[in-house]
């Protein structure tokens, strides 16, 4: 089956203390972004990454930190997390194949909060 | 770059009306145009996307929506609301395949008995 694996799925920590919050996907896409999801803000992206090796910011990318080592997996991290960064955060994938590749797949969600 | 407003943060509507959801968005190129789902304590599900072509683009559910570039609008409409409908709704535009999504704030639709 197709999809997009976060883990872990809720996370409660304390400020300050280093976290990663992984992303696999088995669709062999190019294409994997982070997003936060926060009440009456929709979604905003993180990073992003358009192949391996290669990633870049997003519109909200301070205090995050992400790596593109290979194809499937995009994980997030968190080297000293604030309460601001208290979320709800996505990850998902998509081919650069035009005609292809136009829809994203998400991740079922990784709710954070941050003591 | 690209972006996204979304007209109404709450929709509600009766069982059986109408369902209207509001989107209009700005792109320097043609923009690829996506309405997205979130039942509660789930992720996000495509609904439909209109990439090129046919303008009037139908999704699952019974959902549809028409891109009309002179407007830059994308609405996302249903003939007739059912319960299983109530959700929060995204529209997303992107400039190109694989490329960076803008969304909009999004739409919490309720659907009234």
């Known amino acids: 089956e197709a999809q997009v694996t976060q883990n872990p799925r809720y996370l409660i920590t304390v400020t300050g203390k280093k976290l990663t919050v992984t992303c696999s996907q088995n669709?062999?896409?190019?294409?994997m972004s982070w997003y936060r999801q926060d009440p009456g803000l929709g979604l905003r992206q993180i990073y992003y990454?358009?192949?391996?090796?290669?990633?870049d910011k997003g519109d909200v990318p301070e205090g995050y930190k992400v790596s593109r080592k290979e194809k499937r997996n995009f994980p997030l991290i968190l080297e000293s997390p604030s309460p601001n960064q208290t979320s709800l955060y996505f990850c998902?994938?998509?081919?650069?194949?035009?005609?292809?590749?136009?829809?994203?797949?998400f991740g079922p969600g990784t709710r954070l909060l941050v003591l | 770059a690209q972006s996204v407003t979304q007209l109404g943060s709450h929709v509600s509507v009766s069982e059986g009306a109408l369902v209207l959801l509001r989107c209009n968005y700005s792109?320097?190129?043609?923009?690829?145009l996506f309405w997205y789902v979130q039942y509660p304590n789930q992720g996000l599900q495509l609904l439909l996307k209109?990439?090129?072509?046919?303008?009037l683009v139908k999704g699952i559910n019974g959902f549809e929506a028409e891109f009309k570039k002179s407007e830059t609008s994308f609405h996302l409409t249903k003939p007739s609301a059912h319960m299983s409908d109530a959700a929060e709704y995204f529209c997303?535009?992107?400039?190109?395949?694989?490329?960076?999504?803008?969304f909009g704030a999004g739409t919490r639709l309720t659907v009234k008995p």
């Open positions: 209109y990439t090129t072509g046919a303008t």
């Open positions: 997303a535009v992107s400039e190109y395949a694989g490329g960076d999504m803008r």
């Open positions: 990454s358009m192949n391996v090796e290669v990633t």
């Open positions: 792109s320097s190129v043609p923009p690829y």
């Open positions: 669709m062999n896409h190019e294409y």
């Open positions: 998902a994938s998509s081919s650069v194949d035009r005609g292809v590749g136009e829809t994203q797949y």
